[in-house]
């Protein structure tokens, strides 16, 4: 019953920026936690961020100080900024929402950054 909409995947440049978005609807009781993962070609599903309902953050080690995550409650909205972008960026990145039931995940979005 819930829906997410992943969009803003793309092609860019090494040093680009682009944003990611990830709106959830349906039957949600509360959005605990939302965040981004991703899994490039031939390598296991890692994590790119979460954010709390509180606001509290959490980084993978390769991402951090370059991606920036963010959430409006009220659209049931994440965000992912991403900026100086690296071709090891390149992967599938998948949304996901917890609520205080169940765990859902987006069907991924394409991001791929040149050389």
């Known amino acids: 019953q819930v829906q997410l909409v992943e969009s803003g995947g793309g092609l860019v440049q090494a040093g680009g920026s682009l944003r990611l978005s990830c709106a959830a609807s349906?039957?949600?009781?509360?959005?605990?936690?939302m965040g981004w993962y991703r899994q490039a070609p031939g390598k296991q599903r890692e994590l790119v961020a979460t954010?709390?309902?509180?606001?509290?953050?959490n980084y993978g080690d390769s991402v951090k100080d370059r991606f920036t995550i963010s959430r409006d409650n009220a659209k049931n909205t994440v965000y992912l900024q991403m900026n100086s972008l690296k071709p090891e960026d390149t992967a599938v990145y998948y949304c996901?929402?917890?609520?205080?039931?169940?765990?859902?995940w987006g069907e991924g979005t394409l991001v791929t950054v040149s050389s």
């Open positions: 996901k929402i917890v609520d205080y039931l169940a765990q859902y």
């Open positions: 349906g039957t949600i009781l509360s959005i605990v936690t």
């Open positions: 954010i709390t309902s509180g606001g509290s953050t």
